[in-house]
Nanobody, 123 residues
């Protein structure tokens, strides 16, 4: 059974940093793409970054240069290092494993989601 658990959220001041973790089980990294997403109040879910099955790590323009995704395959864990946080980064952050369909990064018909972790950035 594929399971993912995100953690590491919290309250931080603008300009600060947080590192989120996502512990995964039930699959091997490389069988699925793994990505970070967020949903802010009143907004649609936003894809932030993805370690795609074809190798590269992709980033949305909104976080490129501030957020870095990494993985520790030995621990089956991926991380999201978030620097220079802004109030508009406030959201619930999720990790997901995706069976990509080739249309775009971390897009596919089969997705597995972990429970989210709240990130709140104060101004």
């Amino acid at each position: 059974e594929v399971q993912l658990q995100a953690s590491g959220g919290g309250l931080v001041q603008a300009g600060g940093s947080l590192r989120l973790s996502c512990a995964a089980s039930g699959f091997t990294f490389g069988d699925y793409a793994v990505g970070w997403f967020r949903r802010a109040p009143g907004k649609e879910r936003e894809a932030l970054t993805c370690i795609s099955t074809d190798g590269p790590t992709y980033y949305a323009d909104s976080v490129n240069g501030r957020f870095t995704m990494s993985s520790d395959n030995a621990k089956n864990t991926v991380y999201l290092q978030m620097n220079n946080l802004k109030p508009e980064d406030t959201a619930v952050y999720y990790c997901a494993a995706v069976e990509e369909d080739g249309s775009s990064w971390c897009v596919g018909a089969r997705e597995y989601w972990g429970q989210g972790t709240q990130v709140t950035v104060s101004s």
